[in-house]
Nanobody, 123 residues
Framework: QVQLVESGGGFVQAGGSLRLSCEASARSFSSLTLAWFRQAPGKERDFVGLISRNAGTTYYKDAVKGRFTISRDNAQNTVYLEMNSLGPEDTAVYYC????????????????WGQGTQVTVSS
């Protein structure tokens, strides 16, 4: 069983930055592919990006490329989402997720989820 706990959300003005963290309680953390999703009010949960087990590969949705960076620290069982140049369109609840698969961009491909953290960007 894997438990994920996000932190770092909050309120920021457009153009600002935030760093989200997600700490996992998992003995096999290094064997998990980790991802971030987000869900805006009235919309479906949407893929943001992922990082491979050994951190060798990252992949992002086009809308966040060049602005968001995912990293992980396997020694600390933590994955991060660094968000820069934020805009109102980035306002959402952000979730970290984990899977034993080697890849996945759909929510159904992830077995474990955090509770989510709210990010609000004002214009």
């Amino acid at each position: 069983q894997v438990q994920l706990v996000e932190s770092g959300g909050g309120f920021v003005q457009a153009g600002g930055s935030l760093r989200l963290s997600c700490e996992a309680s998992a003995r096999s953390f290094s064997s998990l592919t980790l991802a971030w999703f987000r869900q805006a009010p009235g919309k479906e949960r949407d893929f943001v990006g992922l990082i491979s087990r050994n951190a060798g590969t990252t992949y992002y949705k086009d809308a966040v490329k060049g602005r968001f960076t995912i990293s992980r620290d396997n020694a600390q069982n933590t994955v991060y989402l660094e968000m820069n140049s934020l805009g109102p369109e980035d306002t959402a609840v952000y979730y970290c997720a984990a899977t034993s698969r080697s890849w996945g961009t759909w929510p159904r491909e992830y077995d474990y989820w955090g509770q989510g953290t709210q990010v609000t960007v004002s214009s």
